[in-house]
């Protein structure tokens, strides 16, 4: 489904990302985990084609989406279009609007007959908490919920492919559980899933394969369950 | 009955409307409150439309002023031209009592050019982010009153009239208080439309401009082809503000256009609370009055209403309303005001 091809990008003159190769496939769970700094961020930002400053410049290698090249396409149609969603770090919900009105902004990427009513439906079996607060204003929600308004905002563009990057930040332990539970929930439904985790526990064990990425490299890749008991990625990650 | 109550704020501005009509054709309320009146429509549309700049979207235009003085030179140009006898084209090219029927065209094609003319700045001007988008637009309203300054078929500096004629042929087809009528009616539309621009998804889109830009491009908006729309939206509108203005004056000079104008809008706005379009209409009402209240002190004024604002930036620094609107403090209001 995606495919990156030995992918450089930099900032200014600092290469960030030193050609990393992976491959999303349709279905899956695929999680990058590594350290502060490490590119992950970096990755998924490439990925969704933000502008600069908030993106890097690809100077090199390649990311195909369903065969097609995504190195020339604008943000809108990345999400529009191509159906890929981003939740980014720190939520970036719209604070001063309700619960409902930020889904409701998220409908903008929807076809014109797309079934808007099923979507709103979709959000709020999946988190019947949203639903509870669909008038409150976003700002005043508990952490926990503003990252299912996140997720629930990138479930409404009508996404099939989604990308997380790092959805247990700040969270409460029972809460982080629920939200991986949240996930796997959504990938039964058909959704694949691009997950980034600084909490390389959890995440493996979620996910069905991993990659291992430190300083603009891939440096070890498997299954959850290979990555969980490869020595090396025990001892920089997983705490011993 | 429910129904009727929802939207009795709707039908309560309308009686409003009409007695105010009717006492004004009436001759009860004299030309001087009429004209506050009118100063009052203009400056609601003036200070709405630099609402959906700095308010709703969060960018900082500063020189609407020079939008204002395209639109009005505009329409001004055209009315006088098509209906009156003048010293550009000699006689009029219209028959005078068609103006009954084509004034409000008129400004709207006022309105019209100034969209334009906003979006040729908008273009440049949005590569740019924040402190440099106010630089730019003062500069714009620089080069806007220079060029009229310089131009000698509309008067230069010593500005272009012949409106009030204007007004007089279409009194004389039936006399009523056509610019008060057109002022409020364009007031109360402007005010409607902008509402259901900001409450509909697509508006949501400035909205989220203001918020986050990331978040906004993650959720598809294609927030460049946003920004310009918004933009030649409110300039546009200041445009119609602005030939509304011209002939509620009768006469029209550069001097009216210049950065004083603009910081006007800016103190309206800044009053009212950044995107609170309730606000922005309270404020121009008590904007205007103000003004009134305070002309005898003349020059002084312009030490008066800083200080109010920078009392007001101290002590309620959000504005008036911040981002609210009216039915969020009296949520009892909601019960009249269905606005959607």
């Known amino acids: ?240 | 009955m429910d129904k009727i109550r929802q939207n009795l704020f709707i039908y309560s501005v309308g009686v409003l409307f009409i007695i105010i009509l009717v006492l004004a054709a009436a001759g009860v309320i004299d030309l001087y409150i009429q004209t506050v009146i009118m100063f009052i429509g203009v400056n609601i549309i003036f200070a709405s439309s630099l609402s959906i700049v700095n308010g709703y979207m969060g960018e900082f235009s500063c020189g609407h002023a020079g939008f204002m003085a395209v639109g009005a030179y505009v329409s001004s140009v055209l009315s006088v031209t098509l209906f009156t006898a003048n010293k550009l084209t000699g006689a009029p090219l219209l028959p005078p009592s068609l103006s009954v029927v084509l004034f409000p065209v008129v400004i709207l094609i006022g309105g019209i050019v100034a969209a334009i003319a906003g979006l040729l700045v908008a273009v440049p001007s949005f590569k740019t982010r924040d402190d440099y988008l106010a630089i730019i637009t003062i500069a714009v309203n620089f080069i806007i009153v220079t060029l009229i300054n310089n131009m000698a078929v509309v008067g230069g500096s010593r500005g272009f009239m012949g409106m009030k004629k204007v007004l007089y042929a279409m009194k004389d087809v039936v006399p009523f208080p056509y610019i008060l009528f057109w002022v409020m009616t364009f007031a109360i539309l402007t005010v409607f439309i902008i509402r259901r621009f900001v409450s509909s998804v697509y508006g949501k889109g400035i909205i989220a401009i203001k918020q986050d830009e990331v978040a906004a491009e993650i959720m598809s908006i294609n927030t460049n082809r946003m920004k310009l729309v918004a933009f030649m939206f409110s300039s546009g509108l200041a445009g119609i503000s602005g030939g509304l203005f011209a002939h509620v004056i009768g006469y029209v000079n550069p001097g009216s256009f210049s950065i004083l104008k603009s910081t006007e809008a800016l103190v309206m706005v800044y009053m009212a609370g950044m995107g609170s379009l309730g606000g922005s209409v309270i404020s121009a009402i008590l904007f205007t009055i103000l003004l009134e209240l305070l002309r005898p002190f003349q020059i002084l004024k312009w030490v008066i209403i800083p200080l109010l604002l920078i009392l007001l930036m101290q002590f309620r620094p959000e504005g008036l309303m911040g981002d609210k609107e009216l039915p969020d403090f009296f949520p009892k209001l909601k019960k009249y005001y269905k606005f959607k």
């Open chain 1, 1 to 240: 489904m995606l495919e990156i091809k030995d992918l450089k990008v930099r900032y200014g003159n600092i290469e960030a990302l030193h050609g990393i190769s992976f491959t999303v496939d349709k279905g899956e769970i695929v999680t990058l985990i590594g350290a502060n700094g490490a590119g992950k961020t970096t990755t998924l930002m490439s990925i969704a084609r933000l502008p600069r400053p908030e993106a890097p410049t690809v100077i090199a290698g390649d990311i195909i989406y369903d065969g097609e090249s995504l190195l020339n396409v604008s943000p809108d149609v990345v999400v529009a279009e191509k159906r890929i969603a981003l939740v980014p770090e720190g939520r970036h919900i719209f604070g001063n609007l309700s619960v409902q009105e930020n889904l409701q902004i998220a409908t903008y990427a929807l076809d014109k007959d797309a079934n808007v009513k099923d979507a709103y439906e979709k959000v709020y079996s999946l988190f019947p908490r949203l639903y509870e607060r669909r008038k409150q204003r976003s700002e005043s929600l508990s952490g926990g919920e503003q990252q299912m308004l996140a997720v629930g905002r990138a479930l409404m563009t009508g996404s099939n492919f989604i990308m997380l990057d790092e959805p247990s930040m700040g969270l409460a332990p029972v809460l982080v559980y629920d939200m991986f539970k949240a996930l796997r929930q959504m990938n039964e439904e058909n959704m694949t899933i691009l997950l980034i985790e600084q909490n390389a526990k959890i995440a493996l064990e979620f996910a069905h394969r991993g990659y291992v990425i430190d300083t603009g490299e891939i440096v070890a890749s498997g299954t959850g369950k290979e990555l969980m008991e490869n020595p090396d990625v025990k001892k920089a990650y997983l705490g011993g």
